[in-house]
């Protein structure tokens, strides 16, 4: 069996990147190095150094306090962090605004809907496609023939919700939502997804149809996922992290870290 690798041990000596004038060339859709993020005197994030590949599928697991919401805010820049570094595609982000990391092609849902909930399904899909159009701040109604229709309709197909396209957000069901949120995300041919607990408070049968609808993504889009239900987590990844007390505690495939003896201990409470 391949060997699982462990956390750095505290205080070991790192590189340190050197600011780059340009992007640098690289396979790797994301790569943190020594990445920290403190609140006064609490390290919510300690020295996360991971990897993810460009079209890698990746969980990222631990208890709750663990440090995976927070790191996802390092990530997107809407809690930049306090040391170590970002880089997206060979490119440094580090200090970079949440909207230009979206231009880039790095997408993120959030744990709480973030939806027009008076709006139609087929209208929140078609304002994701606007906002990351050149065209997002023309107030010229864009036609039946124009490009962002026929993307949103894609997206419908897609996010597997061209049956309900016409439903007002409002009266979709809670799995119907995330699904919708998903779509959203996909606007825009993204790079790389962080999915931040999409299956919480899904009924078994909306959990199937997450779990289809992520292992339909396309092969070349990667994409990092926070989530509690290992199920549902190990099914639709390649390789996992599991976090603890802001650290990485353990990387390696679903196998090892589901048969991982530290692991069964801390979170499922033995042999799962």
Not at 175 to 198: H, K, S, V, W
């Amino acid at each position: 069996m391949a060997s699982i690798t462990t956390l750095r041990p505290a205080g070991a000596s790192r590189a340190v990147l050197p600011p780059a004038a340009k992007p640098l060339a690289s396979n790797d859709a994301l790569v943190l190095d020594g990445v920290t993020r403190s609140f006064g005197a609490l390290r919510a994030v300690d020295d996360v150094t991971l990897t993810v590949a460009a079209g890698e599928k990746r969980a990222i697991l631990g208890a709750n306090g663990a440090g995976k919401t927070t790191l996802f805010n390092a990530i997107t820049g809407d809690f930049p962090p306090t040391a170590g570094s970002i880089r997206f595609f060979g490119e440094d982000i580090t200090a970079l605004p949440p909207y230009e990391r979206i231009r880039k092609g790095l997408r993120r849902t959030y744990q709480s809907s973030l939806l027009f909930r008076e709006l139609t399904v087929r209208d929140n899909l078609f304002l994701a496609v606007r906002g990351m159009g050149r065209g997002r701040y023309s107030f010229v109604r864009a036609g039946a023939g124009h490009a962002s229709r026929a993307a949103t309709e894609e997206l419908l197909e897609r996010a597997r919700l061209a049956h309900i396209a016409d439903e007002r957000v409002a009266n979709l069901a809670h799995g119907e939502q995330r699904q919708l949120e998903i779509g959203m995300a996909l606007a825009g041919a993204p790079r790389l997804i962080l999915f931040d607990e999409p299956a919480a408070g899904l009924s078994p049968a909306e959990r199937r149809e997450l779990v289809a609808l992520l292992t339909s993504l396309p092969s070349h889009m990667a994409f990092v996922l926070i989530e509690h239900d290992l199920d549902i987590a190990l099914k639709v990844v390649e390789r996992v992290t599991v976090m603890h007390n802001g650290r990485v505690l353990r990387e390696g495939t679903p196998h090892q870290i589901e048969n991982d003896a530290q692991v069964q201990a801390i979170y499922m409470g033995g042999k799962h």
